[in-house]
């Protein structure tokens, strides 16, 4: 008779093996992930996709870096040899405007300030390559520089408040990130990228992201000393362009002209009041669980229960965490909740990890 007990879960982990497809977080994101790529190649049949919440179209064939302005996004074109302002929504072409005269390719893009800034060269070797800086509104440019570095071949830009971030190859020459002064053209520092091929950049809190190729990955730096702080695959072969939108992590393949918009999740938070490496267990669950979490302070934090239409169907409001190893013990019997996938809300002040769940009867 004792056999019968178990019956219930071996169901639930029929359904969570159906529904999560792969019951892990590979990214270590505080997601576990959905098997969500809209490609069928080898590469993304077998690897994590980091979370892809939306994908759009690029408006052009040759589309290598995205930025985000705070409603659209740009995208440059080395074919048609043009910029385009596009809907996140759907990909729709709000503006657009053609290189500047002896401008040949532009292979960074970065917004800030009011103004876009941009890499170009004039041939795959590097040449003559330059730091421009539009005026968004009519495509103006207002002015440029030669780039600092030698040997050179900028392609991703990024701007931290101060100064510009770059990601500079030649193949077997170099592959460093280079910190250049925008007032002055100076360059200022170089650290050494983490991969053969590393080519979109961003800047995010006090963090820099770079997407490289051989692996395929994206991935957060320690801006000082190039270290690796976090990474996850990509969900695409040869990530380019890379771009921050306040809430998502964009990137862009040229390959299929196709944008993909990434849920990161606690990741993005520079100083959270907790850990991302959350665990629950049992999970799945025929009802009590024990969330497991490592606080690197004193912290007081909220749990919700949210359904998949997102309705909050559970609360515990007020656990107080101390620094170090902690266990919150939540029976969710009492609740009552049909067998399902639910979301787990851990809220300290503004930060929120998100965990998913799945709950048996």
Not at 16 to 35: A, E, I, K, V
Not at 97 to 123: K, Q, R, V
Request: hydrophobic residues 35%; aromatic residues 12%.
């Amino acid at each position: 008779m004792k056999s019968f007990a178990f019956l219930p879960i071996i169901y639930c982990l029929l359904i969570s093996s159906y529904t999560f497809g792969q019951y892990n977080d590979y990214n270590h994101d505080g997601f576990l992930d959905f098997n969500s790529a809209i490609e069928t190649d080898d590469y993304l049949a077998i690897r994590d996709t980091g979370d892809v919440i939306h994908t759009i179209p690029a408006p052009g064939s040759y589309c290598n870096t995205i930025a985000w302005d705070g409603e659209a996004i740009w995208v440059s074109d080395i074919i048609y040899d043009s910029l385009y302002r596009i809907s996140y929504e759907d990909g729709a072409v709000l503006q657009s405007f053609p290189y500047p005269p002896g401008i040949d390719c532009i292979e960074g893009l970065d917004y800030s300030g009011g103004y876009l800034w941009a890499t170009s060269w004039e041939d795959p070797s590097g040449l003559n390559s330059k730091i421009l800086k539009f005026n968004p509104a009519n495509g103006e440019l207002l002015d440029s520089f030669d780039y600092p570095a030698d040997p050179q071949w900028p392609h991703g830009i990024a701007h931290d408040g101060h100064y510009l971030w770059v990601n500079n190859f030649l193949y077997q020459e170099i592959n460093s990130l280079d910190k250049i002064d925008p007032e002055t053209g100076e360059l200022i520092s170089s650290i050494p990228a983490t991969a053969d091929v590393s080519v979109g950049i961003e800047y995010i809190g006090n963090s820099l992201w770079v997407t490289t190729k051989t692996p395929n990955k994206i991935q957060r730096l320690n801006p000082t000393t190039g270290e690796i702080i976090w990474e996850m695959y990509a969900p695409c072969s040869n990530p380019r362009g890379l771009s921050w939108d306040g809430a998502y992590l964009w990137t862009i393949n040229r390959e299929n002209a196709t944008l993909y918009q990434l849920d990161i999740g606690p990741a993005s938070v520079d100083e959270p009041g907790y850990e991302a490496d959350i665990s629950i267990y049992p999970n799945p669950s025929t009802g009590p669980v024990d969330i497991h979490i490592r606080s690197i302070s004193p912290a007081e934090t909220d749990l919700l229960l949210i359904n998949t239409s997102g309705q909050q169907v559970g609360k515990l409001s007020g656990q107080k965490l101390i620094q170090g190893k902690n266990t919150i013990h939540w029976d969710l019997s009492p609740l009552d909740l049909a067998t399902g996938l639910y979301i787990l809300e851990l809220r300290s002040g503004s930060v929120v990890s998100s965990h998913r769940i799945m709950v048996c009867k």
